[in-house]
Nanobody, 119 residues
Framework: QVQLVESGGGLVQAGGSLRLSCAAS????????MGWYRQAPGRQRELVAI???????NYAESVKGRFTISRDNAKNTVYLQMNSLKPEDTAVYYC?????????????WGQGTQVTVSS
């Protein structure tokens, strides 16, 4: 089993910053991609940013230039630095990881952390 534990959400004013963290633990061989998704009320969950094991990153157009994803492979942790936050960034943010264990590759989700940006 793999557990993803997120932290760092909260309430911030527009223009402010937050840093989210997601640590993976459990029994696995390797973590491939790690990413952040978000879901606002009444909307579908959407990809925010993702990073692969070789360091390749990809961002949603709406956050390019404001958000930065990074990972510490030694700690099995992925981060999302969010700057210049806007009210439309308000959502529950979920961490997602693609994990190799034995001969299988499985996806896991964190429990979500609320980010609220006030205008």
């Amino acid at each position: 089993q793999v557990q993803l534990v997120e932290s760092g959400g909260g309430l911030v004013q527009a223009g402010g910053s937050l840093r989210l963290s997601c640590a993976a633990s459990g029994s696995f061989f390797r973590i491939n991609a790690m990413g952040w998704y978000r879901q606002a009320p009444g909307r579908q969950r959407e990809l925010v940013a993702i990073t692969t094991s070789d360091g390749t990153t990809n961002y949603a157009e709406s956050v390019k230039g404001r958000f930065t994803i990074s990972r510490d492979n030694a700690k099995n942790t992925v981060y999302l630095q969010m700057n210049s936050l806007k009210p439309e960034d308000t959502a529950v943010y979920y961490c997602q990881s693609s994990v190799v264990a034995g001969r299988s590759v499985s996806g896991y989700w964190g429990q979500g952390t609320q980010v609220t940006v006030s205008s």
